[in-house]
């Protein structure tokens, strides 16, 4: 009879118990414009090969929340915005598909470029957010390649801004995949020329 009260006392205690946040109805990825070929064989003794590096990236972005800056000085994070891993991750593995559709190229993983390395890309990804003042998504690249067989690396940075009309959970996806997809592009350009 004992054990019984204690346990119907604890049962109204357990609806307020909680173990960490309540999580978001869905998480945030990114997608590629360029699709790669289900199927298709490709080889490095007939095509160029690149490794391409995860890039590096600012505290601000080695998180799983979709950062907005309020002002020069201050960060704020989107409402129950996150991404399903880090955006650096996502960002090299769309930059992956980009330039095997784009450029022709052979994309190795790391442990494949210990062999032939081919050209390396490298970089940081300086921004992966939002801008308040301007509401506009923002992604900035900071690449640095080395091509095959070159004794310096080249560096540029691309940027993309896409205009949205709210800074929410809703439109973070959309408009950084859109900002993603056009920095992709303009680095398979610059990598296949």
Known sequence: MKKLIILLAALPLSACI???????????????AAAVPVGQNRSSGNAPTI??????????????????RSTDTSITYVKDALWVEPPARLFARLLSDTLTS???????????SNIDPGAQLSGELRNF????ATS???????????????G?????????????????AANAGVALNQAANQVAGEVADWVGR
């Open 18 to 32: 909680r173990f960490g946040a309540e999580p978001p109805p869905s998480l945030l990825t990114l997608t590629s």
């Open 51 to 68: 490794t391409i590096m995860v890039p590096s990236t600012p505290q601000e972005l080695a998180v799983a929340r979709v950062p907005v």
């Open 102 to 112: 784009r450029t022709g190229h052979v994309v190795l993983s790391g442990r494949q």
């Open 129 to 132: 957010g939002f801008d308040a």
């Open 136 to 150: 506009e998504a923002i992604v900035t690249f900071d690449g640095a390649l080395l091509r095959k067989d070159a």
């Open 152 to 168: 310096a690396f080249e560096k540029r940075r691309f940027e993309a801004r896409v205009p949205v009309t709210a800074i929410d």
